[in-house]
Structure formats: structure tokens, C-alpha cells
């Protein structure tokens, strides 16, 4: 294989790994912070994923316009969906119960309005690329990223620089104690699983731009990005974002390298030397 092949499949995988990054990056921090194992994150990124299509195709809205309508009520089902976990007290075992049924709900109601046809959003920036000598980068999986590193740089630092971010991780580690100095643990969990929501909001605008669609897309992305989350660690969003470029870079050159069927085993072969070589580190 040359040189320059492999340049460009490293090049993809990076640019691949922060969708996935961007995707995990709300599972990671809700569940580190939250205790509750949202797997309907990945549905509700994939419906986000088809309004944006839909807004764009019937509608003619551009993208980055779809996503302030997508984003904002993302926020609020996120909170809406948090409400009923405080209501019923589900627990983090039981939330990954709770939220897979979400998710097969959701994609049922994604293939009964759009069928389980593949559907492509056609950008004019869909063929636009940047060339550095015999390289090219895409430009939208290249704005996917940056937006990707944008937040979890943003989400790294509301969690440990600001007032906010120290009050949510205190009442995450021991909420009695963080509520007897004063901090409303519920207020702040609302606000936390809206946000987390409107990432998967800002996840779907990206995937419509730079993935086909199909309901069985959602199954597929969310082995992929389990794993990112735990090789990246719970609440740990530059971890979720360097994780996500470790598999996606290797699984586009095991694509490219070796043969294209091995690559839905990277993401797994990674974690699983994680877990036997340095278990404490994740």
C-alpha cells in the first residue's frame, strides 16, 4: 500500500472519528454524570439526522438553519425525557432498559415515515474538498470535526473550569453532601440531559450531511460508539474525542490495509486490550 493511500485513509478515519466523538460525547457525559445509560442518544441523533434531510429536501432550509430548530427541541426533549427518569426513579441499569426500548421506538416511527429506504442529503458542499498536495479533506466531515472538537473542548471546560461544571461533578460523586452546601443536584441533572440531548441534535445535522440514512444505521453506530465512550471514559469529553479518532483511524486503515470486513471488529479489539492491559486507566 502506498504511502500516500494510507496519508489519506488516516486522514479519513480522524475526520470519522470525530463523528464519533461528537456522538459520544453526550453518552459519555450523561452517564458519568447522570448514572443513567441513555442508548436512545443514538436514535435521537438519527432523527435528527432525517429532519435535517426533510427540512432540507421538502423545505429547502439549509442545514446549519435546520439545526436551530433541531437543537433547541432536542434540549427540551432531553429534559422532558430526564423528567420521567426523576419521576419514576430509574436506576442506571435500569435506565439502559428503559432507553433501548426508546430506541426501537424511535426507529420504528423513522421507518414508518421514511421508510427503511437509504436516503442521501445532496449539500453542494457534498463533493468539496481541500487539497493539501496529493491529499484531500473533505470539507464537511471536516467541519463535523471541528464542531466535535469545539464541544468537547467547550464541555471540558464548563466541567472543570467553571462554577457549574465543579457543582455538577460534586453532586454527581456524592449528592447529599454537595445538597448540604447549597447545590440544587436536580436543577442542574434538567439542565445536564438537556444539553447532552442537543449534542445528539447536533450529531444528526452532521450525520445527514456526511452519511447515508437508514433505521438500521442506528443498531450499527451504537456498538461503535459504546465503545468509544468507555475507551474514552465516562464524563471525560476530550477523552470520548480522542478515543473516537483512535478507532476511526483505525478502522479506516484496517479498511484500506487489510480488508474492509475486519474493520467492524477494530472498535472491539481495541477495547478489549484496554480492559486487560490498563482496566484502572478506563
Known amino acids: 500500500m502506498s504511502a500516500t493511500l494510507l496519508a489519506q485513509s488516516a486522514i479519513g478515519g480522524l475526520l470519522l472519528g470525530g463523528i464519533y466523538g461528537l456522538l459520544a460525547l453526550g453518552l459519555s457525559v450523561s452517564w458519568g454524570l447522570l448514572r443513567l445509560v441513555n442508548l436512545s442518544h443514538f436514535a435521537l441523533a438519527f432523527l435528527g439526522a432525517y429532519l435535517t434531510y426533510q427540512l432540507g429536501t421538502q423545505f429547502g432550509i439549509a442545514p446549519w438553519l435546520s439545526a436551530l430548530?433541531?437543537?433547541?427541541?432536542?434540549?427540551?426533549?432531553?429534559?422532558?425525557?430526564?423528567?420521567?427518569?426523576?419521576?419514576?426513579?430509574?436506576?442506571?441499569?435500569?435506565?439502559?432498559?428503559?432507553?433501548?426500548?426508546?430506541?426501537?421506538?424511535?426507529?420504528?416511527?423513522?421507518?414508518?415515515?421514511?421508510?427503511?429506504?437509504?436516503?442521501?442529503?445532496?449539500?453542494?458542499?457534498?463533493?468539496?474538498?481541500?487539497?493539501?498536495?496529493?491529499?484531500?479533506?473533505?470539507?464537511?466531515?471536516?467541519?463535523?470535526?471541528?464542531?466535535?472538537?469545539?464541544?468537547?473542548?467547550?464541555?471540558?471546560?464548563?466541567?472543570?473550569?467553571?462554577?457549574?461544571?465543579?457543582?455538577?461533578?460534586?453532586?454527581?460523586?456524592?449528592?447529599?453532601?454537595?445538597?448540604?452546601?447549597?447545590?440544587?443536584?436536580?436543577?442542574?441533572?434538567?439542565?445536564?440531559?438537556?444539553?447532552?440531548?442537543a449534542s445528539a441534535g447536533v450529531a444528526g445535522v452532521f450525520i445527514a450531511l456526511t452519511s447515508t440514512l437508514a433505521p438500521s444505521q442506528i443498531e450499527a453506530w451504537i456498538g461503535v460508539v459504546f465503545a468509544v465512550v468507555i475507551i474514552g471514559g465516562l464524563a471525560r469529553p476530550l477523552g470520548a474525542l480522542a478515543a473516537g479518532c483512535l478507532i476511526g483511524v483505525s478502522e479506516s486503515v484496517t479498511m484500506a490495509a487489510v480488508n474492509p470486513a475486519w474493520a467492524p471488529l477494530v472498535a472491539f479489539s481495541i477495547l478489549i486490550v484496554l480492559l486487560l492491559w490498563r482496566p484502572r486507566w478506563l
Open 69 to 197: 430548530v433541531v437543537v433547541p427541541a432536542f434540549f427540551v426533549a432531553g429534559i422532558a425525557l430526564h423528567a420521567l427518569f426523576v419521576r419514576f426513579q430509574v436506576s442506571e441499569f435500569a435506565s439502559m432498559l428503559v432507553t433501548f426500548g426508546i430506541t426501537i421506538l424511535i426507529e420504528s416511527l423513522i421507518q414508518w415515515l421514511w421508510s427503511a429506504d437509504y436516503r442521501k442529503f445532496e449539500s453542494g458542499y457534498a463533493q468539496a474538498s481541500l487539497r493539501i498536495g496529493p491529499l484531500f479533506v473533505p470539507v464537511l466531515e471536516l467541519a463535523a470535526f471541528a464542531c466535535a472538537a469545539l464541544l468537547a473542548v467547550a464541555a471540558w471546560a464548563g466541567l472543570n473550569r467553571t462554577l457549574l461544571g465543579k457543582a455538577l461533578r460534586a453532586a454527581a460523586h456524592d449528592g447529599p453532601i454537595a445538597a448540604a452546601f447549597g447545590i440544587h443536584a436536580k436543577r442542574l441533572s434538567y439542565l445536564l440531559a438537556g444539553l447532552c440531548a
